[in-house]
Every structure is written in structure tokens, then in C-alpha cells.
């Protein structure tokens, strides 16, 4: 089984990570810190330092633009392709049902956004592979805070990757 992400999906995700610019008085695209306190740049691609670790923080503004200063909208264009590519690849390891290309459209989305681990680990993944797709449906909306605190955005995200993943 090899799926991949449709255009309602990456369409998704680039809605809701939106293509930031951290510096407005910089030419270019510059890193900015995410709700969770993750550097990130482009369509919320989340940086790594030297260390393999995520940038947060304070401390790690430094690295963060010492390695994504002025970046173009290419970039971050291919940015998100890879990182598209990775989770994709990722979450086809780790279901084991058929799924519809929206149900694995919606997965990608809400895997880029919390995480391969998190996801691999989730209750929708659980039910899912039980092969009941309706309470993993509800169980996206679930993910809708960031440190311990429920965000609009989040909200409004979970419920646009629910319907693409209920959508035949």
C-alpha cells in the first residue's frame, strides 16, 4: 500500500501552517516559533539544530535563523514537499487497513502537525487499525491543544481534517 497525500490535503496543511515570515522588517522568510515554542519556518517545517533536537525557545532563535535566514517561497515549497514525503511514508508504515485517499490525506495533516510519534501512538490510530474509521474520525478532534491549552486554530484544524478523513 503505498498512498499518497492528495491536493484537499497538502491544500490543508498549507492553510493552516501558512507560509510565515518571522521578521517582517527582513527581506525574506524568516524562522518564527510555533504555538508549542518549536522554531519553524516555511509551511511550519520544525527545525532542528546541530544537535538533532528541536529548536525552542529563546535559545534557539540564534541557530534557527543562522540556518534559515531569507528563505525563499521555493524552499519552503520544497521544504514541505519532503517533509510531505517523510510523513507519508512514515504513517504508511503504521496502518494496517485499506484507507481512502482523504482518510490518508487527513492523516498526513494531522501527523505533520503533532508529530509521527504522536499520531503512530494515537487513539485515532488505534481505532482506525481496529477498523472502526468513525471513532477515529471523532478521536482528531481530540488534538486540538498545544502545551495543555486548547487553541482556536488547532480546533478549526482538527475539524477540517475530520471531514477530509469522513469524506468518501
Not at 4 to 9: D, L, R, S, V
Not at 93 to 99: D, L, N, Y
Not at 104 to 115: E, K, R
Request: aromatic share 8%; hydrophobic share 40%; with cysteine.
Amino acid at each position: 500500500m503505498n498512498p499518497k497525500i492528495n491536493e484537499a490535503g497538502l491544500a490543508l496543511i498549507k492553510k493552516f501552517e501558512s507560509l510565515h515570515d518571522g521578521d517582517l522588517s527582513a527581506i525574506g522568510l524568516q524562522p518564527k516559533q510555533c504555538p508549542a515554542g518549536i522554531w519553524t519556518v516555511g509551511y511550519g517545517h520544525a527545525l532542528r539544530g546541530k544537535s538533532g533536537k528541536f529548536l525552542t525557545g529563546p535559545s534557539g532563535k540564534a541557530e534557527a535563523y543562522a540556518l534559515y535566514n531569507n528563505m525563499s517561497v521555493e524552499w519552503a515549497d520544497d521544504l514541505l514537499q519532503q517533509d510531505v514525503e517523510y510523513f507519508a511514508s512514515a504513517i504508511s508504515g503504521f496502518i494496517r487497513v485499506p484507507v481512502t485517499e482523504n482518510q490518508f490525506s487527513a492523516l498526513v495533516s494531522l501527523g505533520y502537525n503533532i508529530g509521527i510519534n504522536a499520531l503512530k501512538n494515537s487513539t485515532v490510530i488505534k481505532r482506525l487499525n481496529a477498523g472502526n474509521t468513525e471513532s477515529a474520525a471523532e478521536a482528531i478532534l481530540w488534538w486540538n491543544k498545544a502545551s495543555g491549552k486548547v487553541l482556536g486554530g488547532l480546533v478549526l484544524r482538527r475539524e477540517a481534517e475530520k471531514d477530509l478523513f469522513s469524506k468518501p
